[in-house]
């Protein structure tokens, strides 16, 4: 089995064994499953594990992971208008991660499901271009 379906399959166990139960039981069968993970040496799938468990539960909680790259920092301002858009386009609820990417020279890109937004200075210069050149 690969790594990565392995690692998915035992996210989606570990999630569903957990799901609407009290924290102390679901405490519990963490524990337990750190611990099949330690007796099987297979502690390293923990970072692909834990990535799919954040999918499972964003997936069942309807909110949509948001990636923001820029060159700097934005502004608390800038990053609602990027979620209110996010929320709109979705109707969903956004969970906003924030990178920087030092290849921009300014603007953003976002991320979401399976879409990107290129508001970056670069992709504006070419869409001028291009225009100029047609």
Partial sequence: ????????????????????????????I???????LKQKHLV????????????LYFEGHNIVATEILSKYDLSQKEIKEISELIENKTASQIKIKQGKDDRLIG?????YKDKIIDLSLKNQLNSLTKQLNT
Avoid: C, T, W
């Fill in 44 to 55: 390293n799938l923990a970072p692909n594990i834990l990535n799919h468990l954040e999918q």
């Fill in 107 to 111: 603007g953003a890109i976002i991320r």
């Fill in 30 to 36: 963490v524990e337990n499953f750190l611990n099949y």
């Fill in 1 to 28: 089995m690969k790594k990565k379906n392995q690692a998915r399959i035992l996210a989606q166990s570990v999630y569903l064994s957990i799901k609407d139960k009290p924290a102390k039981q679901a405490e519990e």
